[in-house]
């Protein structure tokens, strides 16, 4: 098929070619440009992967009622549907830590932070895969 020398040794170059390309293409793909799993997530997908707790009214050790709602981000979609399936324990764990602070726990920026990871730690406890990224307080209405 290649009689002629000058045809095998420019088959053999654009072969070479080829596969330099192929091998620079892969080496960019893979290991320059960070994937998605390694940067932080976009808004878009902190949206998506968010639950907001319907409003829960409970009283407070002070005889107080506290009216809220929560927003907890979390990890991936798996997890938003295991935790959507663990909504009747979500509002009880809420409940509970609420019912244990009395209405001037609720002053200040330092005890809503103190509120907001403390149910973060005890969502994680409850979570069988994947993990709570942050809660955060939506609504506080304290009669």
Same mark, same amino acid.
């Given at each position: #098929? $290649?009689?002629?020398?000058?045809?095998?040794? #420019?088959?053999?170059?654009?072969?070479?070619?080829?596969?330099?390309?192929?091998?620079?293409?892969?080496?960019?793909?893979?290991?320059? !440009?960070?994937?998605?799993?390694?940067?932080?997530?976009?808004?878009?997908? #902190?949206?998506?992967?968010?639950?907001?707790?319907?409003?829960?009214?409970? !009283?407070?050790?002070?005889? !107080?009622?506290?009216?809220?709602?929560?927003?907890?981000?979390?990890?991936?979609?798996?997890?938003?549907?295991? $935790?959507?399936?663990?909504? $009747?324990?979500?509002?009880?764990?809420?409940?509970?830590?609420?019912?244990?602070?009395?209405?001037?726990? $609720?002053?200040?920026?330092?005890?809503?932070?103190?509120?907001?990871?403390?149910?973060?730690?005890?969502? !994680?406890?409850?979570?069988?895969?994947?993990?709570?990224?942050?809660?955060?307080?939506?609504?506080?209405?304290?009669?």
């Amino acid at each position: #098929m $290649f009689k002629n020398r000058l045809v095998r040794i #420019m088959v053999i170059i654009l072969t070479t070619l080829t596969l330099i390309g192929a091998i620079t293409l892969v080496i960019v793909t893979q290991f320059v !440009n960070p994937t998605s799993a390694d940067s932080e997530p976009t808004i878009d997908e #902190m949206i998506q992967w968010s639950v907001e707790t319907d409003e829960i009214t409970t !009283n407070l050790l002070s005889n !107080n009622v506290i009216r809220t709602k929560f927003v907890i981000q979390l990890d991936s979609k798996k997890t938003k549907e295991e $935790f959507e399936k663990r909504d $009747f324990q979500v509002e009880n764990i809420i409940i509970r830590v609420l019912s244990d602070r009395s209405a001037s726990d $609720f002053k200040g920026s330092e005890s809503i932070v103190e509120l907001e990871e403390e149910l973060a730690g005890l969502f !994680n406890d409850l979570l069988v895969s994947g993990s709570v990224e942050s809660v955060y307080l939506r609504e506080r209405i304290i009669q």
